[in-house]
């Protein structure tokens, strides 16, 4: 009995010993400006120590042995302090720790879509932003274009219009790409005839950032903004210079190499990027038809920055892309012509454009910013006895003046754009035009209160063949608490009409009549948005937010295109009814330590209303879902699984696809200024040639193909990247 208790006695003083040897502390971290908590500040103790704050902006670390404990407690978008403590502390618990902003990460988070100064939490139009990290994941995924960073948001569809230039077009919410207006640095450069291949002709490695914004916004940006605008926003040079280089190469026979440097030394900066890609003709379903085409791709895209004072700053941008696409038969391929009995489809275009800007900061919130830009795309279509070839020339003009402070903040403007396109001798018919659009708008920023944000404006439009178009939009941000958070808002568009829409590149144009486009009326468009956004860390090692919106836009006076009495040939009108789009967007996001859980879903529900079809839109999903789990050890590892749903569809006869899943695995590995990667993109070789019998038809003149799937099914592909 004395040696049972004599055990428990010791044990006692063993435990009370080790207890008294750990130690714990507790860290308040607030923003420095607001003194608001700050949900999910890491603070980093050493390998398996560390804590994130809570709703309260608490973060506790227990168990500490040591006698002395080095701490970094960092936020995005804020300076990272490091601290050190000796125990028995002093201070009192929890210690306050006050974190202001880094000038140089806020530039990662600083939206210029808006046009306003305000941080992205303050600003009332909901904007979907993709940094730089997540824009170097998406470049190891596919590296000669930004197909696959679009594809991969919410409610987002990358649309494929032709099996022989695989062209994509972006669909917002269910809406064609035509009803989205894709931007570079604040400059319309994809529109129209140079719409075409866009998408596909955008390397991402020289991009710091993408701003997306669902919903109209034409106050702003004027026709075109119907579903959305996408922004994308280049790296701007600093006086530390950077290098970076990017060799990739795909088991479908791609090859790209990316190259971008830039610097500001003094007065001057510059930054210079180039992409070269190759790719050869693809067919993995073996029916002798490429699914990817054989591709040649130079772009080259240098940049002049000039600050003659700390208050102003000229920029001047070239781009120049050449690109030449060979698709169709594989033998008339690799001969290079097309025959009678084998189908050929070239593509060549050429993309050129300056982009300058002169901005002015008078203090005081008080900035005039000028633009101008011209675009020059220039587009053959070569097929059997058949050809399409035109030139646009566009050109864009804004001055805006910006003026209050920072509880409520004007910007008033002017632009014009100019649209002139030209059909080369090639063609059968001539559907040249000349378009002219001149507008005003004022936009108004104001803080109602400590929790209500105001954003409303108006905007004037005039053209000379569809008249005078009144634009108002408005949008409110209700901050209910540090957590939770509401945005509503919504607004009117329109779109001129002209011939270049996913369904003329699926004929390649061919049969299109545009005698009567003047006579049409412009589509118009009204919606808006809800959504609601809520953040919070469970316990010390946990963060959760989501995000919910509902979102409603019908268009009236919709584009289409019908037969004529003529056979094999087309012409538009306006549809006798609206198409309407409606849905909601879920985005769900849990970290824990390093690693990070995305899941989503979208419900897209675009439904025509005309003609007596009242039915869902063919080629639109209704149910599409996504779940992307990453880790990542900062400095060292990236790696990401990811699977996507995509629900059933309507052909254009109205029968029915299949569902279908694509799963992808990505790994990277960086070491000090070089870093190595694998990507196994669509393991699962999910393809439409795998649920159904591919037929397109006559050999010299092939259907247009319902693509509802991926054409190429699993592709591999790995590379290295130097950064120095």
């Known amino acids: 009995m004395n040696k049972i208790f004599l055990m428990a006695t010791l044990l006692c003083l063993l435990s009370t010993s080790l207890a008294y040897g750990q130690n714990t502390i507790s860290f308040k971290i607030l923003d420095a400006e607001s003194k608001e908590p700050m949900v999910g500040a890491t603070v980093y103790a050493g390998e398996n120590k560390g804590a994130i704050a809570n709703i309260d902006g608490i973060a506790t670390i227990a168990g500490i042995t040591e006698s002395t404990i080095k701490v970094r407690i960092s936020f995005v978008g804020y300076e990272a302090q490091e601290l050190s403590f000796s125990f028995p502390l002093t201070e009192s618990l929890p210690i306050e720790v006050l974190l202001g902003h880094h000038d140089e990460e806020m530039e990662d988070v600083v939206v210029t879509a808006t046009r ?56 917002i919410q269910g809406l064609d790409g035509r009803y989205t207006q894709l931007m570079k640095d604040g400059f319309p450069l994809y529109g129209g005839f140079s719409g075409g291949l866009s998408i596909m002709q955008i390397p991402p490695l020289d991009l710091q950032q993408v701003e997306v914004i669902k ?154 910013t000028i633009k101008n830009s011209l675009l020059h795309f220039d587009r053959d279509i070569g097929e059997y006895q058949y050809g399409f070839d035109g030139e646009q020339i566009a050109t864009f003009s804004e001055a805006t003046y910006s003026f209050g402070s920072t509880k409520s903040n004007w910007l008033v403007g002017a632009n014009l754009y100019t649209d002139r396109f030209r059909e080369g001798d090639e063609s059968m018919e001539d559907r040249s035009y000349n378009q002219l659009t001149g507008g005003v708008f004022v936009n108004q920023t104001a803080n109602l209160s400590e929790r209500f944000v105001l954003e409303s404006g108006m905007r004037l439009d005039m053209s000379k063949d569809y008249g005078v178009f009144a634009l108002p939009r ?116 849990l970290t824990y330590k390093d690693f990070k859980l995305f899941l989503n879903y979208a419900l897209i529900d675009t439904e025509l209303q005309y003609e007596n079809i009242n039915n869902q839109k063919p080629l639109t999903a209704k149910h599409n879902a996504g779940a992307v789990l990453v880790y990542e050890q900062h400095g ?56 159904e019998s591919i037929d397109l038809g006559n050999s010299t003149n092939p259907a247009a193909l319902d693509i509802w799937a991926p054409m190429d099914g699993f592709i591999a592909n790995g590379g290295v990247i130097l950064e120095f």
Not at 144 to 150: D, G, K, V
Not at 249 to 259: D, F, I, P, V, Y
Not at 317 to 341: C, H, K, M, Q, V
């Open 474 to 589: 408005a949008s409110l941000l209700y901050k209910a608490n540090a957590k939770l958070s509401y945005r509503i808002g919504g607004g009117l568009g329109y779109k001129l009409p002209t011939i270049f829409t996913e369904d003329s590149e699926r004929l390649s144009f061919r049969g299109i009549n545009s005698f009567n486009l003047t006579d049409l009326d412009a589509e118009k468009s009204y919606g808006g948005n809800f959504d609601v956004n809520y953040k919070t860390a469970i316990g010390s090692e946990w963060t959760f937010s989501i995000n919910q919106m509902i979102f409603y836009t019908q268009l009236t006076d919709p584009l289409v295109l019908r037969p004529t009495t003529v056979a094999d040939e087309f012409a538009f009108e306006n549809a006798d009814g609206p198409m309407r789009t409606q849905g909601l967007e879920t985005n769900l996001k």
């Open 215 to 368: 919903g109209s916004n034409s106050t702003l940006y004027g026709g075109g903004a119907i579903a959305g605008l996408v922004n994308l926003v280049s790296i701007r040079p600093s006086e530390d210079p950077l290098t970076k280089i990017m060799l990739d190469q795909t088991s479908a026979g791609g090859t790209t190499l990316n190259a971008f440097h830039a610097v500001q030394k003094g007065k001057w900066g510059y930054s210079l990027f180039g992409s070269g890609h190759l790719q050869r003709a693809y067919d993995p379903n073996d029916d002798n038809f490429s699914d990817l085409p054989e591709v040649e791709s130079i772009t080259i895209n240098p940049t002049i920055y000039y600050r003659p004072n700390q208050s102003s700053q000229f920029r001047l941008g070239l781009n120049g892309t050449f690109e030449n696409r060979l698709g169709g038969n594989l033998d008339a391929i690799d001969r290079g012509t097309p025959s009678d009995t084998e189908y050929l489809q070239e593509n060549r275009t050429r993309r050129m454009s300056y982009q300058l800007s002169y901005t002015n900061d008078f203090g005081g919130g008080n900035q005039l």
């Open 636 to 691: 060292k590892w990236r790696i990401g699984l990811e699977a996507y749903y995509t629900g059933q569809q309507f052909r254009e006869n109205y029968t029915e696809t299949d569902d279908y899943w694509i799963a992808g695995l990505m790994m990277l590995r960086k070491f000090n200024k070089i870093s190595v990667y694998l990507n196994f993109e669509n393991f699962t070789d999910t393809r439409q040639s795998r649920f």
């Open 116 to 171: 306003t100064s305000r941080s992205i939490e303050d600003i009332p139009t909901r904007v979907e932003f993709l940094g730089a990290e997540e824009l170097q994941e998406k470049a190891v995924m596919r590296s000669a274009n930004i197909a696959m960073l679009l594809r991969e948001s919410t409610g987002i569809q990358m649309q494929i219009t032709s099996p022989s230039s695989a062209n994509q077009s972006i669909r």
